[in-house]
């Protein structure tokens, strides 16, 4: 199992459902993740009136008020920002460059990014990433809900 990071971030790019959001800020909650940064038209906890997201908070049950976070508009400046700062970059997505999630190993400082509930992460995007994880499925779908796929990951990866 891998040691937890000092520092663990999570990457939301696009995500469009608030459901969604708020089901991650209540896992990212339950395994310690310091930041959640939501990119582009990923809702936020908050408007720009800080008025509350009530679909955010009716399934974060609080967690949006206890874990960090903050709105990027651009994936690639947030990227840059973050391997400034020394952040191991993994995405969570299916790709011919991928590698089992079980086998990668995290640095002290890790931000998993994870997809669009329909079109996942971009390549250009995974073309900027230190790692492509992927979680191995059986089924025929071969895919997951964006925060299922966020539980599977951190706990995993985690070693919680």
């Known amino acids: 199992m891998n040691s937890k990071p000092k520092e663990t971030c999570i990457i939301l790019p696009d995500v469009r459902s608030s459901y969604n959001v708020g089901s991650v800020f209540r896992?990212?909650?339950a395994a310690g993740v310091s930041k959640i940064f939501l990119v582009g038209y990923t809702p936020c906890?908050?408007?720009?009136?800080?008025?509350?997201?009530k679909e955010i908070g009716k399934t974060a049950l609080g967690a949006e008020k206890t874990v960090s976070w903050e709105h990027e508009d651009d994936i690639f400046t947030l990227l840059k920002k973050l391997k400034k700062e020394g952040f191991q970059i993994i995405a969570v997505e299916q790709s011919l460059k991928s590698v089992d999630y079980k086998k990668v190993t995290l640095t002290e400082?890790?931000?998993?990014?994870?997809g669009n509930e329909v079109e996942g992460v971009s390549q250009v995007v995974l073309d900027e990433?230190?790692?492509?994880?992927?979680i191995p499925?059986?089924?025929g779908k071969e895919s997951l809900n964006v925060s299922v796929s966020v539980g599977v990951a951190l706990f995993r990866m985690l070693g919680i």
């Not at 906890?45 to 997201?53: I, L, S, T, V, W």
């Not at 400082?109 to 994870?114: C, I, N, P, S, V």
């Not at 990433?129 to 992927?134: F, G, H, K, Q, S």
């Open 27 to 29: 896992t990212a909650d």
């Open 137 to 139: 499925m059986l089924g």
């Open 109 to 114: 400082k890790t931000a998993l990014l994870f």
């Open 129 to 134: 990433c230190d790692i492509i994880a992927e």
């Open 45 to 53: 906890p908050e408007d720009r009136f800080k008025r509350a997201n």
